[in-house]
């Protein structure tokens, strides 16, 4: 059995068999090419305006808002840049930060691929064509709005955006779908009985590590999730840290235990720590960037949380710390 087949049948206690695999050194993608062809993908670690009004909350919800976080996004925006070589503008980040914490969460929707072909923007008349059966479709949506995402998300029907990037995200998605009408929607006020604006806050908000933050308060937010499911895995997120944080020294037995364990059954197992990395990234839109710019930045970003892990808790985290957080 080779290693990306070893990962692979590790991959099963974490529910996502079609994201990317990650080892200590190696990420291996697998996308399509400009012909459509599937590919892999090897990388080494180390306003608004007719077609797109601006989103809105529908009438029969009540409306959200969004103060922002009142941790110092600074402080967030300077660990972010600590060792991340690429990004050499700390004050645009600081900014891009500010304008994430006062966002609000955005579902963008190809309502011509959901509705198969019968939802049309009209050029010509700066029209929508059926635009009763997009409200309806939109209607439906909000019933069920948390599995709608998450289904959307995986046939690649929607994306995840915010009020601070929407406008942008949705000009390189119609790069990509330049005949099909695609348009942002707003959260409802309760997402499964809880308020949205709180779950968003949740995520967003930085703790005192700044390896967390960066997955955590970054891309997570970024990633083509459903909310409940960033909220959970941002929760899960910080009780790793702080259980591997309680833990101090004993953390550093429990890694050499497992990976002495892991030596005699001739096995080599992917670190909780880039399994997690790995579930994050792999639902990360590429908005229109080559797949190998796009693999090759998250490649760097997967190395930044690694490295700032180990000088934060001494070591990546045991398995079975992350076990213990998510019972």
């Not at 994201?19 to 990420?27: C, E, G, N, Q």
């Not at 399509?32 to 590919?39: A, I, L, S, V």
């Not at 700044?210 to 899960?236: E, F, H, Q, T």
């Amino acid at each position: 059995m080779s290693e990306e087949e070893e990962v692979r049948d590790n991959w099963e206690d974490f529910g996502d068999d079609d994201i990317p695999i990650f080892s200590a050194t190696t990420m291996t993608f697998i996308d399509e090419n400009e012909e459509g062809e599937e590919e892999e993908y090897e990388i080494e670690s180390s306003g608004s305006n007719g077609k797109h009004p601006i989103p809105h909350k529908e009438t029969h919800t009540q409306p959200l808002k969004f103060p922002p976080i009142t941790q110092d996004i600074s402080i967030l925006a300077k660990q972010f840049t600590i060792k991340d070589k690429d990004i050499e503008n700390a004050p645009q980040k600081e900014k891009e930060l500010n304008a994430t914490a006062q966002s609000e969460p955005l579902l963008l929707v190809n309502f011509t691929r959901l509705s198969q072909g019968e939802i049309t923007f009209i050029a010509e008349t700066n029209e929508i064509s059926n635009p009763s059966l997009l409200e309806q479709y939109k209607e439906i949506i909000h019933q069920d709005f948390e599995n709608k995402c998450e289904s959307f998300f995986s046939l690649g029907l929607a994306w995840h955006s915010d009020s601070s990037t929407w406008m942008k995200d949705i000009a390189k998605i119609e790069k990509e779908y330049p005949n099909d009408y695609i348009s942002p929607m707003g959260y409802p006020f309760l997402v499964n009985g809880v308020q949205a604006e709180n779950m968003w806050r949740e995520i967003l908000a930085p703790t005192k590590w700044k390896s967390v933050n960066i997955l955590k308060c970054v891309y997570l937010p970024r990633a083509n999730r459903g909310l409940v499911y960033k909220r959970d895995m941002a929760l899960a997120l910080q009780n790793l840290a702080l259980e591997q944080e309680i833990l101090g020294v004993t953390a550093l037995k429990m890694r050499a235990q497992e990976d002495s364990l892991s030596e005699e059954n001739g096995e080599k197992l992917m670190n909780v720590l880039d399994q997690i990395v790995a579930m994050i990234f792999g639902r990360i839109s590429r908005f229109g960037k080559a797949p190998q710019e796009h693999f090759t930045h998250l490649a760097k970003m997967h190395e930044l949380i690694r490295s700032g892990w180990i000088d934060e808790f001494g070591c990546l985290p045991p398995q079975q710390i992350w076990r213990q957080a998510n019972r």
